[in-house]
């Protein structure tokens, strides 16, 4: 696995910048239940209004989004009091989409060598970017978790709609995660993604004691 500590762009053929963020239309799927994106206009040129001014509605865990420690225990932190550091930085993209269970740590060394990572991205190919919820996905197991913790990982993001199994009521790797300092990013679109080692940056709105915030996350390929 590269070294973290070193980065430097491709190739300026390749795009600066790769955006890997969900769009946000009515169409976006929502988890079942949670409130839906909606959109509309409260004053329109067209109408005979001086200018556009667009409104919108939705869970802030529609889409691409950083979840809070507030989303999984009273008391926790909320989304203004996410650490911008873990949201910036070198991550690898791992593809695990072969993978039809839970992912233990000798699953995804099987697939790359994780000695030391801070942000870790996993494509496992259900994202909510095709236009529909997924029935299922691989989620990496409590032990999996507690290894790549002690290995310095500050960052766990996904391309499916959750860290954890969607029938999951304890969301024991939100937790894990959030007991060991590490952030949480869902909803990832990652199917142009190579899997291999980035720059991310993917920074959360400051929202308010929320349990959660919409982001815009992006990729910049880097090397060693």
């Known amino acids: ?7 430097v762009i491709v190739s300026e053929s390749e795009p600066l910048l790769r955006d890997i963020s969900v769009t946000l239309n009515p169409d976006t799927p929502e988890w079942p239940g949670d409130t839906p ?3 509309g206009w409260a004053s329109s040129m067209a109408a005979g209004a001086s200018v556009n001014v667009s409104s919108f509605t939705a869970s802030p865990h529609v889409g691409t989004h950083a979840d809070a420690p507030l989303h999984v225990r009273e008391g926790w932190s909320g989304s203004h009091e996410l650490s911008l550091d873990a949201f910036f930085g070198p991550a690898i993209v791992v593809d695990v989409s072969t993978l039809n269970k839970e992912i233990e740590i000798e699953d995804l060394e099987k697939i ?3 000695p030391f990572v801070e942000r870790l991205l996993l494509r496992t190919g259900r994202t909510i970017a095709s236009g ?6 691989p989620t990496l197991s409590e032990s999996c978790v507690r290894t790549l913790l002690g290995r310095g990982l500050r960052l766990l ?3 499916s709609p959750s860290v954890d199994p969607r029938d999951s009521k304890n969301l024991p790797v939100h937790i894990m995660l959030f007991s060991g300092n590490a952030a949480i990013l869902e909803n990832l679109d990652l199917r142009r993604i190579t899997p291999t080692m ?23 390929q880097i090397v060693v």
């Open 157 to 159: 993001g996904v391309d």
């Open 112 to 114: 790359q060598s994780l």
């Open 132 to 137: 529909a919820f997924p029935e299922d996905w």
């Open 1 to 7: 696995m590269p070294d973290p500590g070193k980065v």
């Open 37 to 39: 994106f909606t959109c």
């Open 198 to 220: 980035y720059e991310l940056m993917a920074f959360p709105l400051k929202l308010m004691a929320l349990d959660a915030a919409p982001v815009r996350a992006v990729l910049r």
